[in-house]
């Protein structure tokens, strides 16, 4: 079974894992991730919601509203209720999965407190559209999501670096790993002074437990990946056995992880550490199997395909295809799992105001007909996956 997703993992991250504890483990995996980041400072959190939740806390915002996509994970509004503040979606453009920042104005009222900008699935976000919001409305804050970008570049400019601060989702479906894990970064000293305050007054600090814990999801990680486990273990997925690789609990409450006020675990950073330094390469492959994607499914007219955006860093390849279900099925059958991702509408869900699929269209129809090719590969697999697709769609 080729998976939807995979980790770069090597024996180089189990050295790190096991590896005797430095003075400042977590300390070490922040500076060299502001330095890949270009960004003067990096924080580390246990989960890229934590960081969001403290970060605009100490931006000082409170009972504010907070513009976000209709289109993104769900744990980013569940991390804007959680620091006291408002949700407020806007659709994704109709071409394009990221956030229609043309529809942002619409959005802004006396309230508004923040703008999050989110590069969904590596996509860069249109930095000039930004860069118009910004000097229309300079009060607000801009934060940079790049759960699913890091470095992604719009023109030339990385995305990281324009806003107030960017965060970052480091679990193991993301393109790099420190097993869970998130980062904040800034440029601005004064910020980082009171994210950390807020940081060491609110988390406790990781337990010898909690490294033991990650340690062995770890271990876990390296076998459930390979070829014959990883089919056992989807027919456990799929009868609803088994969920806890990234998705362990309900996304239709807003809710948080239990040790989501407990610091990253050294474990963790060791192992981020590691992933740093693979992450131009990790990039660069993705962009190949990107491009192979594009060249060879092209023509076939029942699948719209993403663009081939430079600077873009694909943490997903996601086609759109109608009669999403059985396409996934029939590919499934012959061992390759596309899956979905973003398969709900977050201002549908009761918990967001159970808004109509018509009241944010784009976002409601990705929810509904994206898929996932898998991106982690060889050469060799996109080529079968090319060759599956191409005679799943073209039988109809
Ligand atoms: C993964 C992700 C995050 C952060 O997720 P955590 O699991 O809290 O680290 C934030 N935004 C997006 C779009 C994501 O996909």
Same mark, same amino acid.
């Given at each position: 079974m080729i998976p939807r997703l995979k980790p770069y993992l090597d024996w180089r991250e189990l050295l790190a894992a096991f590896s005797w504890p430095h003075q400042d483990d977590v300390g070490r995996f922040e500076q060299a991730f502001a330095a890949k980041m270009g960004q003067k400072y990096a924080i580390a959190f246990p989960y890229g919601r934590t960081g969001l939740m403290l970060l605009l806390e100490a931006l000082g915002l409170k009972n504010k509203e907070i513009i976000c996509p209709?289109? !993104?994970?769900?744990?980013v509004p569940h991390a804007i209720v959680y620091s006291g503040n408002i949700p407020v979606f806007v659709d994704s453009q109709e071409d394009d999965f990221n956030m229609n920042l043309d529809f942002v104005p619409e959005a802004?009222?006396?309230?508004?407190?923040a703008i999050i900008a989110t590069s969904i699935f590596g996509y860069p976000v249109d930095l000039d559209k930004l860069d118009n919001i910004r000097r229309t409305y300079p009060h607000i804050y801009i934060i940079q999501d790049?759960?699913?970008?890091?470095a992604a570049e719009w023109k030339g400019r990385t995305v990281q670096k324009e806003g107030n601060a960017s965060i970052f989702g480091m679990n193991?479906?993301?393109?790099? !790993?420190?097993?869970f894990g998130g980062m904040v970064t800034t440029d601005d000293g004064e910020l980082l002074e009171k994210l950390k305050a807020l940081r060491d007054d609110r988390l406790k600090p990781a337990s010898f437990a909690k490294s033991i814990c990650r340690l062995l999801y770890l271990i876990a990680v390296y076998p459930t990946f390979w070829e014959p486990v990883y089919g056992l273990i989807n027919r456990l997925e799929r009868s609803g056995l088994?969920?806890?690789?990234?998705?362990?609990?309900?996304?239709?409450?807003i809710d948080m992880p239990a040790d989501y006020l407990e610091k990253m675990s050294p474990v963790e950073a060791r192992v981020g550490q590691v992933q740093l330094e693979k992450y131009d390469a990790i990039v660069a492959h993705r962009r190949k199997m990107a491009a192979l994607y594009h060249e060879h499914l092209q023509d076939i007219s029942e699948l719209l395909l993403p663009p081939l955006v430079e600077g873009a860093t694909y943490s997903h390849y996601v086609p759109v295809v109608q009669g999403r279900d059985t396409v996934l099925q029939q590919a499934l059958r012959k061992g390759i799992q596309l899956g979905w991702l973003i398969e709900y509408g977050i201002p549908e869900m009761k918990a967001y105001?159970?808004?109509?699929s018509t009241d944010f269209p784009n976002a409601a129809q990705y929810a509904l007909t994206t898929i996932n090719l898998p991106l982690c590969e060889g050469i060799k697999v996109a080529r079968e996956v090319i060759r599956v697709i191409s005679t799943i769609i073209k039988r109809g």
């Open positions: 209709a289109y !993104t994970c769900v744990v802004i009222t006396d309230k508004t407190g790049c759960a699913h970008s890091f193991i479906s993301k393109l790099i !790993t420190s097993i088994l969920n806890f690789f990234v998705k362990y609990y309900d996304e239709s409450v105001g159970g808004h109509l």
